[in-house]
């Protein structure tokens, strides 16, 4: 093998490379394997539990530490030690919301419907007992109502539908006002009771029935003239279909007096009530089918003169 020349740069230079790469390389194998020495070994604190373990075998959950040059350095079968696995189980806190879990608003209960206990009514001040008259017929002139009953005062009145009425004091039993036929024009109940204006003193309240009067049965369907205004008016019984003659003053049905004739509608007056009916002329729409039904002429008496 020929040698390198040193006399020659060039190869002087590329000697001179290779010691240095040499020893580059053998310091750095050295300080991988061994090191120095100039840096102190390091420590690792241990806890109690682990400071009298020594070398013993290594338990499931033990603290593993890292491991320093010196570990490596030793023998590979001082590193081999067993694991010896343990019954105990460490204990771990509950966990405090499990995250599977989530809250359902529960339903709401149904509300038990529960009646209210109903308060008793007060006893009223005044004792109203009953009224005089409790009936009367709509379309009746005014009348004169009697209260009885107990503890009335002076200055107490009568009231119908919360209508005050004029009231006399007669005893702490009794009391008496005037009814204007105005309130009683239609059927109907009205509530009647006694009070004073200031609304302390009250009583019950009782009711007065109106009832619609009674009306003739009739239908109004013809009529006879004279020359001396003799009229005759025909009417119609609606119950039995009788043909009825009837002249002025005369009684229908004993109780409805005919007071006024004419083409257009008859007029009764009630003598027990004195309510005024009128009865308009029928119509061929009204009247039933036949020969009644027809209008009748109006003709001259046989006594008249000519």
């Known amino acids: 093998m020929k040698l390198a020349d040193i006399s020659n740069p060039e190869e002087r230079r590329k000697l001179i490379w290779a010691i240095v790469l040499g020893l580059f390389a053998i310091v750095f194998l050295w300080w991988a394997l061994f090191g120095f020495g100039s840096s102190p070994k390091p420590t690792v604190k241990q806890s109690n539990s682990n400071s009298n373990r020594g070398l013993g075998p290594r338990r499931v959950g033990d603290t593993v530490t890292a491991q320093t040059a010196n ?25 405090k919301r499990n995250i599977f879990v989530y809250y359902e608003k529960p339903p709401a209960a149904a509300k038990s419907e529960t009646e209210p206990i109903p308060t008793p009514t007060p006893i009223p001040p005044l004792l109203l007992a009953g009224i005089q008259p409790s009936n009367r017929f709509a379309r009746t002139e005014d009348f004169t109502m009697e209260a009885t009953g107990d503890k009335f005062v002076p ?5 119908v539908d919360a209508r005050e009425l004029t009231t006399r004091f007669i005893s702490p039993q009794q009391l008496s006002a005037t009814v204007p036929a105005l309130m009683i024009a ?15 003193l009250y009583s019950t309240t009782l009711a007065l029935n109106v009832s619609a009067p009674p009306t003739p049965n009739y239908s109004y369907i013809g009529i006879i003239g004279t020359r001396r205004y003799i009229d005759t008016a025909i009417l119609q019984d609606k119950n039995n279909r009788e043909i009825l003659n009837a002249q002025r003053g005369d009684v229908l049905a004993g109780r409805f007096r005919l007071t006024s004739i004419s083409e257009k509608e008859l007029v009764l007056i009630d003598e027990q009530l004195k309510i005024k009916h009128t009865l308009a002329f029928s119509t061929d729409r009204d009247r039933a089918i036949g020969p009644q039904s027809r209008p009748t002429p109006r003709v001259e008496a046989e006594d008249d003169e000519p």
Not at 88 to 95: C, D, K, M, R, T
Not at 155 to 159: A, L, N, T
Not at 186 to 200: E, L, T
């Open 155 to 159: 200055g107490v009145r009568i009231v």
């Open 71 to 95: 570990d490596i350095k030793s023998a590979p079968l001082e590193q081999l030690r067993p694991i010896v696995v343990s019954d105990f189980v460490p204990f771990a806190p509950e966990a």
């Open 186 to 200: 239609n059927p109907g109940a009205h509530s009647v009771m006694v009070k004073s204006r200031d609304g302390r």
